[in-house]
């Protein structure tokens, strides 16, 4: 196997998705690559399994909540670096 990827991922069950009908894909059935996904509310600690919160100056989208990075990143040797480039 020459390299591994890990997706995490709210949505596991979407992978290896069109990666498996593509180049991609045949390689992955050849096992010259492995795909490992991650379910990221695994990572979370309150009862809703909640993972992001609302930009701090509200619009679209969400913002991973830093505790989750946190924890998701730790075993597995990631460094989550937080930056703000608004200051």
Known sequence: MTFSATVLT?????FPGPLGVSLAGRAL???KWAL???QIRDFAIDKHRTVD???AGGGAGGV???YVAHRL????GI???NE???R
């Open 29 to 31: 059935g050849e096992e």
């Open 73 to 76: 990143a730790g075993p597995r």
């Open 84 to 86: 703000d480039k608004n």
């Open 53 to 55: 919160d609302t930009p």
């Open 64 to 66: 991973p909540l830093q």
């Open 79 to 81: 460094q989550v670096v």
């Open 36 to 38: 490992d996904t991650v």
């Open 10 to 14: 709210l949505y596991p069950e979407m």
